[in-house]
């Protein structure tokens, strides 16, 4: 059998599938349709680090029986065309949750404490820089997170550490589990914006979730309120972002995704100074990508032995089909 393995991963992931005396493994750059469309025409199972799986390379894989994603969003991947074949889809669950709370938590700490301001003027000697204070602390803050999965509950863990108050909204888990993680629950996202002084997102991009931060959201947000977005580029109306930050609508921004990206060097976002970006990396860790390689792998080879773990799987419906 052969699994067509799209970018690179963690070496942990390739060892473990070539551990396989009867796997062959092919690993392929190819991100273009025209390209995959023949490349999976032998394939049993795709690992996939980013490329769109569209439905035309679905349809070009007659031996497909899984595809597992290196991640764990899967807005990339056509899962209409995989559900109608019954073949399922698996995400990498938990792999990279630690790396995206942290870099979450850094995102936070580096716009409150105002740490661009301070760096740039410290290279320049001007240490007359700090007579006038700009940084702020974070203990006591009333902190909001929106979807409590696994990097929502990881970010609650450690924001409770810095004496923040932690809020969560997310009408699809249990009252239980967000309030033994230590949480608020929320039940009306417009009530609570108001009195929030940093908004973490970690919800997945669906057609619920585009734009649930748009230009009414950020208008109920305090003047000095802090914007984080680790989840996805489209849960977030950029426009209005911008318009909100440039206009004092909101103190700052911390962005590891973005609508389109590549990011466009001229994005009026990168033009703003109480913006902190960085390139949908904060789940890219040494220790995540290990992680993260390993599970991808384990989904595609449970798969193959006709075990899969319906815990990794997202269309849950193509297991129970007969």
Not at 224 to 243: H, K, P
Not at 258 to 269: K, N
């Amino acid at each position: 059998m052969k699994v067509l393995v799209i970018g690179q991963i963690h070496l942990d992931g390739i060892n473990l599938l070539q551990a396989r005396a009867d796997l062959t493994i092919e690993i392929t750059e190819a991100h273009n349709e025209s390209d995959l469309v023949k490349l999976v025409s032998d394939a049993d199972a795709i690992l996939v680090r980013s490329a769109l799986i569209t439905s035309a390379i679905i349809e070009a894989a007659p031996l497909l029986k899984v595809v597992s994603r290196h991640g764990v969003g899967f807005n990339s991947v056509d899962i209409e065309a995989l559900t109608a074949r019954k073949i399922p889809l698996t995400i990498a669950v938990g792999g990279n949750a630690i790396s995206v709370a942290e870099h979450t938590l850094y995102l936070i700490l580096a716009l409150a404490k105002d740490s661009a301001a301070y760096d740039a003027a410290t290279r320049r000697g001007d240490f007359s820089f700090r007579s006038e204070p700009r940084a702020r602390e974070i203990d006591h803050s009333e902190l909001l997170v929106i979807g409590f999965g696994r990097i929502g509950s990881q970010v609650t863990r450690r924001a409770l550490a810095f004496g923040i108050t932690v809020h969560a909204y997310d009408p699809y888990v249990a009252d239980n589990i967000i309030r033994d993680a230590g949480a608020h629950i929320v039940n009306n996202l417009h009530d609570a914006l108001p009195q929030m002084d940093i908004v973490t997102l970690h919800c997945p991009l669906n057609k619920e979730t585009t734009k649930l931060i748009s230009k009414n959201e950020l208008s109920l947000m305090k003047s000095s309120a802090i914007l984080v977005n680790t989840a996805r580029g489209g849960v977030v109306d950029e426009v209005a972002l911008y318009d909100a930050l440039s206009q004092n609508g909101i103190a700052a921004a911390g962005l590891d995704v973005f609508v389109t990206e590549p990011t466009d060097p001229a994005h009026p976002l990168l033009s703003l100074t109480n913006v902190i970006v960085s390139p949908h990396c904060a789940g890219v860790t040494r220790e995540s990508t290990s992680r993260t390689s390993r599970i991808a792998a384990q989904n595609v080879l449970s798969t193959l032995d006709r075990s899969t773990k319906s815990f990794y799987v997202v269309n849950h419906e193509v297991l129970e089909q007969p």
